[in-house]
C-alpha cells in the first residue's frame, strides 16, 4: 500500500492565458496546500522560531473558475468566487478527517456549502455594482485528503483524473446541450455543433448554482490531477490530453504542452490548466 506524499513530493502547477481572441483573462485559479499554523504571539522561550509552527498537510487544494458574461463582471465573479472558496476552506472546513470514513457526509456537506458560500458571496457582490448584472462563473474544486480526491462541479469547467495512462473524465458539463444529451434528445456526436454546448444550466451566481461532489480513490501509482477551463477543451480533444499525459516529464512540462497546443489552434477563449500528482524520490509517481 501507498503511503500519504510529503509536501517536498508534490509536483503542482497551474496557468491561465487570455487566448488569442478574447482581450480580458477572466479566469482565476487557485494552487495550494492547507495546514494547522501555530502563531505565536507572545512567549518566553528563547527560539520559539524553531518549534513546528506549521503542522502535516491536511489536504491539497486546486481551484478554477471561468468567468460568464464577457463584459458584465466575468472576472470580478470569478475573483469573487476562488476567494470565498479560499476563505472557507481556510476558516470553516473543519471535518477532514472525516473524509474517507463512516461520517463522511459531514465532509461531503461541508464542501456542497462552500461553494453555496460562493454562489452567496458573488451574488452579493453583483447585487452591490450597478455595472455587474447576472455576473457569473463556473467552478471546478478539488480537494485531496490522502488518501481521497473530492470534486465539485458547478459548470463547465472540467477535472480529469489520469490513472496508469488512460484519461477519465471526473466532472459533467453543467450545460443545456449536454443535458439534452442526457435526456436522450440530442445525440451526442451532435453535441460540438449545438449552440447549447456552452449555454450553462448551472453557474455560481446565476439564478441555478447545483454542485455535484465527486469523490475519487487516488492512492494508485502514476496517477494524476488536470483541471482545466473549457478554453483549453474547446481545441484539444480528450484522447489529446490523455496522450500528452503519458508522455509528461513534469506538471509544468505537461500545462505548458496543453497551452501550446490550444493557442495553437486558434486560442479562441482563456485558458486556465492546472495538474496535479506527487513524484516520490526514487520511487513511482503517485497522486497528490
Given at each position: 500500500m501507498l503511503t500519504r506524499p510529503?509536501?517536498?513530493?508534490?509536483?503542482?502547477?497551474?496557468?491561465?492565458?487570455?487566448?488569442?481572441?478574447?482581450?480580458?483573462?477572466?479566469?482565476?485559479?487557485?494552487?495550494?496546500?492547507?495546514?494547522?499554523?501555530?502563531?505565536?504571539?507572545?512567549?518566553?522561550?528563547?527560539?520559539?522560531?524553531?518549534?513546528p509552527l506549521r503542522g502535516t498537510r491536511l489536504a491539497t487544494l486546486l481551484v478554477i473558475a471561468d468567468g460568464v458574461g464577457g463584459s458584465a463582471g466575468g472576472r470580478e465573479a470569478a475573483r469573487v468566487a476562488t476567494e470565498a472558496i479560499t476563505r472557507y476552506v481556510s476558516s470553516t472546513l473543519r471535518s477532514y478527517h472525516a473524509a474517507g470514513t463512516s461520517t463522511e457526509d459531514e465532509f461531503l456537506e461541508s464542501l456542497r456549502a462552500a461553494a453555496l458560500e460562493a454562489h452567496s458571496a458573488v451574488k452579493s457582490h453583483s447585487a452591490g455594482r450597478a455595472d455587474a448584472k447576472n455576473m457569473a462563473t463556473t467552478l471546478t474544486l478539488s480537494i485531496i485528503v490522502w488518501p481521497w480526491m473530492y470534486v465539485v462541479q458547478i459548470g463547465d469547467s472540467r477535472a480529469y483524473f489520469c490513472e496508469k495512462g488512460v484519461l477519465r473524465q471526473l466532472t459533467r458539463?453543467?450545460?443545456?446541450?449536454?443535458?439534452?444529451?442526457?435526456?436522450?434528445?440530442?445525440?451526442?456526436?451532435?453535441?460540438?455543433?449545438?449552440p447549447f454546448r456552452h449555454v450553462l444550466s448551472s453557474a455560481i451566481g446565476a439564478d441555478a448554482a447545483l454542485p455535484v461532489?465527486?469523490?475519487?480513490?487516488?492512492?494508485?501509482?502514476?496517477?494524476?490531477?488536470?483541471?482545466?477551463?473549457?478554453?483549453?477543451?474547446?481545441h484539444v480533444s480528450d484522447s489529446e490530453i490523455e496522450s500528452k499525459c503519458r508522455d509528461m516529464s513534469s506538471s509544468e512540462g505537461l500545462v505548458r504542452d496543453l497551452l501550446d497546443l490550444a493557442l495553437e489552434r486558434g486560442g479562441s477563449d482563456n485558458v486556465t490548466i492546472i495538474c496535479a500528482r506527487a513524484v516520490r524520490k526514487k520511487k513511482t509517481p503517485v497522486t497528490t
Amino acid at each position: 500500500m501507498l503511503t500519504r506524499p510529503d509536501d517536498e513530493d508534490l509536483d503542482l502547477f497551474g496557468l491561465t492565458h487570455a487566448g488569442r481572441v478574447r482581450t480580458e483573462n477572466q479566469d482565476q485559479f487557485l494552487v495550494a496546500t492547507v495546514h494547522p499554523q501555530v502563531v505565536v504571539h507572545g512567549t518566553s522561550l528563547p527560539d520559539a522560531d524553531a518549534l513546528p509552527l506549521r503542522g502535516t498537510r491536511l489536504a491539497t487544494l486546486l481551484v478554477i473558475a471561468d468567468g460568464v458574461g464577457g463584459s458584465a463582471g466575468g472576472r470580478e465573479a470569478a475573483r469573487v468566487a476562488t476567494e470565498a472558496i479560499t476563505r472557507y476552506v481556510s476558516s470553516t472546513l473543519r471535518s477532514y478527517h472525516a473524509a474517507g470514513t463512516s461520517t463522511e457526509d459531514e465532509f461531503l456537506e461541508s464542501l456542497r456549502a462552500a461553494a453555496l458560500e460562493a454562489h452567496s458571496a458573488v451574488k452579493s457582490h453583483s447585487a452591490g455594482r450597478a455595472d455587474a448584472k447576472n455576473m457569473a462563473t463556473t467552478l471546478t474544486l478539488s480537494i485531496i485528503v490522502w488518501p481521497w480526491m473530492y470534486v465539485v462541479q458547478i459548470g463547465d469547467s472540467r477535472a480529469y483524473f489520469c490513472e496508469k495512462g488512460v484519461l477519465r473524465q471526473l466532472t459533467r458539463d453543467q450545460t443545456i446541450g449536454q443535458e439534452l444529451v442526457d435526456q436522450g434528445i440530442l445525440p451526442p456526436e451532435r453535441l460540438p455543433h449545438s449552440p447549447f454546448r456552452h449555454v450553462l444550466s448551472s453557474a455560481i451566481g446565476a439564478d441555478a448554482a447545483l454542485p455535484v461532489v465527486t469523490r475519487v480513490d487516488v492512492k494508485i501509482g502514476g496517477s494524476l490531477v488536470l483541471l482545466c477551463s473549457d478554453g483549453l477543451t474547446k481545441h484539444v480533444s480528450d484522447s489529446e490530453i490523455e496522450s500528452k499525459c503519458r508522455d509528461m516529464s513534469s506538471s509544468e512540462g505537461l500545462v505548458r504542452d496543453l497551452l501550446d497546443l490550444a493557442l495553437e489552434r486558434g486560442g479562441s477563449d482563456n485558458v486556465t490548466i492546472i495538474c496535479a500528482r506527487a513524484v516520490r524520490k526514487k520511487k513511482t509517481p503517485v497522486t497528490t
